[in-house]
């Protein structure tokens, strides 16, 4: 198990730039595939952006594709959003969450997950 805690948050202008973060605890961190989902009201929780434990396989959804970047230092135990070109439909929570296996887009299939951190973007 992983312990997880998102920041970087806040609100935004349409076209600006926030980079969050998630300090993970646990000796395993660097054997975990982490992921980014996000979730607005009255939608399902979604994967945003996804990266294998070696960083060597990542994954973004389309609707972030060409935005999004995702990185992890495992030394730091640290996973990283940066999130570029900001649009009001990027408003959400968005939650950091790590398995043991591969990147699975469900969220059902990820164990571990952080509080979330608010991502409001406006017009």
């Known amino acids: 198990q992983v312990q997880l805690a998102e920041s970087g948050g806040g609100l935004v202008q349409a076209g600006g730039s926030l980079r969050l973060s998630c300090a993970a605890s646990?000796?395993?961190?660097?054997?975990?595939?982490m992921g980014w989902f996000r979730q607005a009201p009255g939608k399902e929780r979604e994967l945003v952006a996804g990266?294998?434990?070696?960083?060597?396989?990542?994954y973004y959804g389309d609707s972030v594709k060409g935005r999004f970047t995702i990185s992890r230092d495992n030394a730091k135990k640290t996973l990283y959003l940066q999130m570029n070109n900001l649009k009001p439909e990027d408003t959400a929570v968005y939650y950091c969450?790590?398995?043991?296996?591969?990147?699975?887009?469900?969220?059902?299939?990820?164990?571990?997950w952080g509080q979330g951190t608010q991502v409001t973007v406006s017009s």
């Open positions: 969450a790590a398995r043991s296996g591969g990147l699975v887009v469900t969220s059902r299939h990820w164990a571990d």
């Open positions: 990266i294998s434990w070696t960083g060597g396989n990542t």
């Open positions: 646990g000796r395993t961190f660097s054997s975990y595939s």
